[in-house]
């Protein structure tokens, strides 16, 4: 079993933190479309369309017929063949992480890889293989043991690899929804030390304030993501005690573009959930880029949770569709800054959930517990894409095969 | 497929090293200048006199050959790149071999050469092959360390060879070193110190790695005639044999292309192993002397125990084996660590070594191993190479 994570002790304000570097990252075209299945936690190698081989490394083309090459997903077994410790790196991060584990993996699907190790998996093993992103969002293998042990996410190398909320400090940003509280108590079951919970209009109760509030390890703060002096009032208090960000604002008001449609209501969905993303990266990003790498509390994630609607537009819900294109688009752009601090930029797509504000749209609708477990599913993983219920995998899916017909679809 | 063409008409003098340094603030080019100086110390030649040139080098970007001709005031009727590293020496050998038997050239400068700066082995590292960049290197970084540490781990296990026995040839390599005014590392090894060296990636500890540095080797390629013109001592090539990514069926490399034509190699020198005078074969690792010499017919894998054992491999042994010191001893600058081989096999066989001579050494063995590109040297070849003419 793996050695149960200590809690970390409090930090000494005068030493220096450890910087916050990420592995070589210099990749081909190839791995980097490895890298946008890693990130949906696939498991896939390349395929040759012709002669139907399995490859690996990341080719351009097959090494058997030369035929053209596309990812498939694939059998997740391996066998460890050796094993190496490695004690010495000219790498400054794997230096700051040394030993580090390696090992030759035969891979049930064919090829032989070269793969990150977790402490308990030992030559001769057979293995579980997963695909992850790495600290600069790069494609890694890595095996894991066949059976889950106990405290296996605590493999100091794994965590490398993951946003695991367990003894981290999480901000919530907006407590005041039924899925806030959920995402709140998820992550503290998770094993979150302390769960910052944002509440935008702290004068005004609302529903289950007393009971979450009364939670140990929730600390309610006053954040409102419309107004830049409150996030940076929070950030300037918060900012160096955050590892995690999971913003769970939005607002959503039914509509369409020219027919029942409040321009208010366009603005105020754009101001929260797009504006807002990107006040709340400005706050809370810098200074979690300097904590990237600073022991078991490392800052770690910048979570949004987000209309799937976002991908394709929405008939009826098209202000908030198009705010959710907007927040999805600022994340692309905030993964790629935080890729060289080693910060995972993590989004959770869902269908509509079950509030007021979806009353006349069919089941299956997104229940705030279902949301709270992909949250906590995309930390642990480290995973940069999660679809959170039904709705939201049939049409990421949907949009992956075909993009234009989605967005047909999705506006009839 | 049949034997090898004979290579009548082709002679081999020259072996030139440049002095090794750990670091240097030159460039290959220097180097590559350096080698050149050298050799026309020795042969009289001058740039206007060499008609071929073979270049290699990991160092010289955004340069290749073409670069170092016009950088170097030559004016080759016949050029040549080999990006292979430890496999290069061989290779150069082969090709420009075949252009002077051929006619293509007459007088065909090999030249490897490479510096080695502060830093420039991290970024060679970091940027080295397509699947080492997507592939190794961001499982640890841990350079070619880890990747031998795997070989040489399985290899172990597999064939029952123990530390003991990669300490023993280190340690020989160590004692050829001390003769070697060149080589780098100029104190004595013990398999002690060897055994209880620090583990740099397990289980490849601090001696079973070399040191990189800058430096330059060349020789040169010619007729016998010409040799003879310029008063040069020359070998001849018996037989050579190449082999690039053999067995990719194995997990782990245990074996090299040499073991897929080894035969054609003894068969068209007509002789076998043990009438071999030394063996200078690639040594990154121990573990790779120890799969040539199995590989190139020496002995079995599952004998390397008992066939370390019952050798010698110091210059005046039973088996003189890397007797500059090695690169494990007298350092690998860069491409010049697949030349280094070439260049002390036919010092010895033309009797002017850097150190001791091996006692009656005709002929000798040459071995090379390149380029690691994924999990494994992915470049193999060999040469047999006989005394021509003392002079």
């Not at chain 2, 068969?267 to 074969?281: F, K, L, S, T």
């Amino acid at each position: 079993m793996t050695e149960p994570l200590p809690i970390p002790k409090r930090k000494d304000p005068l030493k220096r933190s450890r910087f916050g570097l990420v592995p070589p990252g210099l990749r081909s075209r190839a791995a980097s479309e490895m890298a946008t299945f890693a990130a949906q936690g696939r498991f896939v190698l390349q395929s040759c369309d012709r002669c139907r081989s399995i490859t690996y490394p990341p080719r351009d083309r097959c090494p058997s017929c030369w035929g053209t090459l596309t990812w498939a997903d694939q059998d997740r077994g391996a066998r460890i063949e050796a094993v190496t410790t490695i004690r010495h790196s000219t790498d400054n991060f794997f230096r700051n992480h040394m030993p580090w584990r390696i090992g030759t993996a035969r891979l049930d699907a064919g090829p032989v890889a070269i793969v990150h190790l977790h402490g308990e998996v030992q030559q001769g093993d057979r293995v579980r293989m997963t695909l992850r992103l790495d600290r600069g969002g790069n494609p890694a293998l890595f095996a894991v043991p066949q059976k889950e042990t106990p405290n296996m996410q605590d493999d100091p190398q794994l965590r490398c690899f993951t946003a695991d909320p367990k003894h981290r400090r999480v901000l919530v940003t907006d407590g005041r929804t039924a899925i806030g509280q959920a995402i709140a108590r998820a992550l503290l079951k998770a094993g979150a030390q302390t769960v910052f919970l944002g509440d935008a209009d702290p004068l005004m109760r609302y529903p289950g304030k007393a009971e979450i509030e009364a939670q140990e390890g929730i600390e309610p703060v006053s954040l409102n993501l419309t107004d830049s002096g409150s996030v940076q009032e929070l950030a300037a208090q918060l900012g160096g005690r955050v590892d995690i960000v999971v913003n769970t604002a939005g607002f959503v008001r039914p509509g369409g573009v020219a027919f029942g449609a409040k321009l208010s209501d366009l603005q105020a969905t754009f101001d929260l959930g797009a504006v807002g993303l990107a006040r709340l990266a400005q706050g809370f990003a810098p200074a979690m880029s300097a904590r990237s790498d600073d022991g078991v509390n490392s800052a770690a994630a910048f979570l949004d949770i987000v209309p799937v609607s976002g991908l394709s537009g929405q008939s009826g819900y098209a202000g908030a569709a198009a705010s959710a294109a907007a927040r999805l688009s600022l994340m692309s752009g905030l993964r790629g800054e935080m890729q060289q601090s080693g910060i995972r930029v993590l989004s959770v797509l869902t269908g509509p959930v079950d509030d007021d504000w979806h009353q006349d749209l069919p089941q299956p609708k997104v229940a705030p517990g279902q949301l709270a477990r992909a949250v906590v599913h995309a930390l642990t993983e480290g995973q940069g894409i999660t679809c959170a219920g039904d709705v939201a995998k049939d049409l990421f899916a949907r949009w992956q095969a075909n993009p234009l017909l989605t967005m047909r679809e999705e506006n009839r | 497929m049949g034997l090898q063409s004979p290579y009548e008409g082709v002679a081999i003098c020259a072996p030139t090293t440049v002095p090794y340094v750990r670091f240097s603030p030159e460039s290959a080019h220097w180097w590559a200048g350096a080698a050149l100086q050298s050799l026309a110390q020795t042969t009289g030649l001058g740039p206007a006199d060499i008609d071929g040139f073979c270049f290699a080098s990991f160092s010289a970007a955004p340069d290749t050959v073409v670069g170092m001709v016009q950088h170097l005031g030559l004016s080759p009727r016949w050029m040549d790149h080999i990006p292979t590293g430890g496999a290069s020496g061989v290779m150069a050998l082969r090709r420009a071999a075949r252009a002077v038997q051929c006619g293509d050239a007459e007088v065909v400068a090999c030249v490897a050469a490479d510096t080695n700066q502060i830093d420039s082995y991290r970024q060679t590292l970091a940027g080295f092959s397509r699947f080492s960049q997507d592939a190794t290197y961001p499982y640890g970084f841990g350079g070619p360390n880890a990747t031998f540490a795997l070989i040489t781990g399985n290899f172990m296990r597999q064939f029952g060879v123990t530390r003991e026995t990669f300490g023993k040839l280190c340690v020989a390599q160590r004692q050829n070193a001390l003769s070697n005014p060149l080589a780098l590392m100029k104190t004595p090894l013990t398999l002690d110190q060897y055994m209880s060296a620090r583990p740099i990636s397990d289980p490849v500890h601090l001696f079973d790695c070399v040191m990189p540095c800058a430096g330059a080797e060349a020789f040169l390629v010619t007729t016998p005639e010409k040799a003879e013109e310029l008063g040069l001592s020359s070998a001849r090539v018996l037989a050579t044999i190449e082999r690039h990514n053999a067995f990719t069926e194995d997990s782990v490399q245990f074996r090299g292309g040499w073991e897929r034509d080894r035969e054609a190699l003894w068969q068209r020198a007509g002789c076998v192993p043990e009438d071999m005078h030394c063996v200078q074969v690639y040594d990154d690792y121990p573990v790779i002397v120890a799969m040539q010499l199995a590989d190139l017919g020496f002995c079995e894998k599952p004998d390397l125990t008992d066939f370390i054992a019952a050798n010698d491999f110091t210059i005046p042994g039973s088996l003189p084996l890397n007797t500059n010191g090695g690169q494990l001893s007298a350092g690998q600058a860069g491409a010049a660590g697949g030349f280094q081989n070439l260049t002390e096999g036919l010092r010895q066989i033309l009797r002017c070594p850097l150190g001791d001579q091996v006692p009656e050494a005709a002929r000798a063995l040459v071995s090379g191993f390149g380029l690691v590109n994924y999990d494994r040297g992915v470049c193999t070849g060999a040469a047999v190479l006989e005394r021509q003419a003392l002079r």
